[in-house]
């Protein structure tokens, strides 16, 4: 069992292999709970608190409750923004009392660490301005699923070095594949979180500034949004700042011959990647899509099931 999901960080090795391993037994069908009686999420209520909007991780965690047999509660605009009407710790406390666990998707990391710190029940990030944990094993276990196996595989990421990128590295280092990631010198990842990373796997991660080194002989290519939520008055400064970032045809064919593209969505179409590039046959995006469903599930299981 977890105690909750705040950052990959917090797992260790063997943590997450039981997720990866326990989500491809469910999406196969071959998890011997699966068919149990009552179901693993029977009798309980998971909140969700959304201060961002959301599809997939809204859609996937609603729809993955349910199957588990437990009950989604939204919370909207009632309850208000975290720390507005009453303090986030207060709201935890409150909170804890009515639900089992609690599923957040927030402006602030610093509030999600808080609201866990007060909360006696399970807590698991949806997303926060640092981190973004379940899209990062989805992205692993999906290269798990076409690749066949971790050792040896090389990973690129080019673009923001965003909360989506902050936990790729992590994931990537947790299972031993190899990454490199190209972005603007201002816009990379800091010294210090490179370092935490060393620190999870010493070669686990290489910074560089020009995408086509951190493409050479990939097996795997992502990319993400250049502007975030929140980030939408710097929009016009960041599209011309990454221009040179975008996945493109071009760009694309520095990596190995068989390189598949991936992309946590949505998609800026015609910024940070061309629709020849989601849209061709080295694209796996929409895999990647689906596998957050079963690799959430398995985390509720670890994270709240009998």
Known sequence: MLDGLISIADLSEEEVFRILDLAGRMKAGSDAAAGSAPPPLAGKTVGMLFEKPSMRTRISFEVGINQLGGRALILGSETGPLGG???????????????????????????????????SIPVINGLSDREHPCQALSDVFTIREKA??????????VGDGNNVARSLAQAAARVGVSLAVASPPKYSLSEEFVRSVERMRPGALRICADPAEALAGADFVYTDVWTSMGQEDEGALRRKVFAPYQLNSKLLAKAGPDAMVMHCLPAHRGEEITDEVIDGPASIVYDQAEN?????????RLVLGR
């Open 292 to 300: 957050r469903l079963h690799v959430q599930k398995a985390i509720m």
């Open 85 to 119: 009407r009453e303090s986030v710790a207060d709201m935890a406390r409150v909170m804890s009392r009515y639900l089992d666990g609690i599923v957040m998707r927030v402006n602030r990391h610093e509030d999600l660490l808080r609201f866990a710190q007060a909360a």
């Open 148 to 157: 066949g196996r971790f050792d040896g595989v090389r990973l690129a990421y």
